[in-house]
């Protein structure tokens, strides 16, 4: 498979080191004339390290170049990778004029080429971005469909400037984005992979696409909390790496996949507690604490949106399965599930209640829930006969039954998942699903 690379930038210039030292033959593209007579005289035009060893010998041998020449580029290759930058403008958002510019150079020529040719696209760029920007401009200049007369996919790229090469040999992840049926891209981009272990997710295209975002985002959300950590342990002489050293040593719930599936919001007898006290405590050592007061509207956010699932479904008479902050618990302190049932009420609706871990309680003490204790029912059952619109809470395997046997038109609005099958006829929603 002979290659070429639109964008002799960072992520071209690693890119065509890496294939190259792979075994492919690679083309760089870039219409500034002085980075290309860089590569070609065996100079990287970017400081990296190791590059600059890897272009000279293989320019000298031949089996890298760099070009101008759309045109040659493209008819000479198989597939494209497509790497040109995409800033910020002005006002934020996402520059794609130059993903777009590729995008109808190489059009202009497959409008020409034989041969089967496979466009994949490397920039950052949002989701909903190659579907909306680049295919439309392939195929307006081609006059050829994508996915069937030429292959497209999505393959971002992940380097850390400074360890780029470390990083493409050995990358913690790789993400294939597939357009819709176009397995022979994702075969292509899985023979451009061989050498590396790491085993490619192969995902739609708009997942793979929000999917550099989020990575980028998280490690972002990191480095601000662990600065916001930091700040407040400086304010009272305490050393903020142990601290986070002895936090990044619980692999189970600190570094870990804990906590990071979306869903509802949080609450219990710990959390907002905690949260509330060390804010208080950034005030009182003058001491912002941007990141904690971020998560605090977040979570309110999170309680807002699941109101109005509510509201949209229209219906009146609303069953709420599971009202304890988790599965497994009895401890009503702080449940987001309490506050999205008070909200309900003040705004008119009607209430059904059940969990089985409360109810049971509330069985023998009825002071238990006392300002709800109203609405309790003793079944699932007994709460999907009084409602129009169910909310699913928690995933007690005591509601499963009631849930597979709901009466058509039901609504739902699922805030944790559950994979319980329900009628064809349930108006069932997902709160970030
Ligand atoms: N730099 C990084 O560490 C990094 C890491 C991962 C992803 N990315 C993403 O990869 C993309 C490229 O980033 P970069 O840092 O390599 O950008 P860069 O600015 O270093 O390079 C982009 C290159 O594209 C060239 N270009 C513009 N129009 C072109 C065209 N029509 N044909 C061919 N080349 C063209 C420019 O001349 C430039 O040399 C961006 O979307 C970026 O967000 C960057």
Not at 217 to 232: M, P, R, T
Not at 308 to 316: D, F, H, R, S
Not at 326 to 346: F, H, N, Q
Request: glycine content about 8%; charged content about 20%; aromatic content about 8%.
């Amino acid at each position: 498979m002979r290659i070429s690379i639109f964008g002799a930038g960072y992520v071209g210039c690693v890119s065509a080191a890496c294939l190259v030292l792979d075994g492919f033959n690679v083309a760089l593209v870039d219409p500034d004339a002085a980075k290309i007579a860089s590569i070609n005289s065996g100079k990287s035009p970017i400081y990296e390290p190791g590059l600059n060893e890897i272009i000279k010998s293989f320019i000298t041998n031949g089996m890298l170049s760099a070009t101008q020449q759309y045109e040659q580029a493209v008819l000479d290759s198989d597939l494209s990778l497509c790497c040109p930058g995409t800033p910020s403008r002005e006002d934020g958002s996402l520059e794609t004029n130059y993903v777009k510019d590729v995008a109808e150079q190489i059009g202009s020529v497959l409008k020409h080429k034989k041969a089967f040719h496979i466009v994949v696209i490397r920039s950052t760029v949002l989701p909903g971005t190659v579907e909306a920007v680049v295919i439309p401009a392939l195929e307006e200049k081609s006059g050829k469909k994508a996915g069937i007369d030429f292959g497209i996919a999505y393959y971002p790229e992940f380097l850390r400037e400074g360890t780029a090469i470390a990083d493409y040999k050995d990358p913690g992840a790789i993400v294939f984005g597939q357009y819709k049926d176009d397995t022979k891209s994702i075969e292509a981009l899985n023979a451009l992979c061989k050498n590396i272990a790491t085993k490619p997710h192969v995902i739609p295209l708009r997942s793979a696409e929000i999917v550099k975002y989020t990575n980028n985002c998280w490690h972002a959300v990191k480095i601000s909390f662990s600065n916001e950590i930091g700040n407040l342990c400086k304010s009272v002489d305490i050393d903020s790496h142990e601290v986070m050293e002895v936090l990044c040593s619980d692999k189970r719930l600190n570094i870990s996949s804990a906590y990071m599936k979306p869903g509802f919001a949080y609450g219990g007898s710990c959390l907002p507690k905690d949260l509330r006290a060390l804010r208080h405590f950034g005030k009182m050592e003058n001491v912002a604490t941007p990141m904690l007061d971020a998560a605090v509207s977040a979570n309110e956010y999170q309680l807002l949106r699941a109101f109005q699932l509510v509201k949209k479904t229209g219906k009146k008479k609303i069953g709420i399965l599971g009202i304890t902050f988790k599965s497994d618990t009895d401890d009503l302190r702080e449940s987001p599930l309490v506050a999205l049932a008070e909200k309900l009420l003040g705004k008119g609706f009607e209430l059904a209640i059940y969990d089985p871990n409360v109810s049971a309680k509330f069985a023998s003490d009825h002071n238990y829930i006392s300002h709800l204790a109203g609405y309790m029912k003793s079944s699932a059952g007994d709460v999907v006969s009084f409602s129009d619109a169910v909310v699913i809470g928690n995933k007690a395997k005591e509601n499963d039954a009631a849930l597979e046997t709901m009466p058509e038109g039901m609504s739902v609005v699922d805030l944790v998942r559950v994979k319980v099958p329900m009628h064809s006829s349930v108006a069932y929603e997902g709160l970030v699903w």
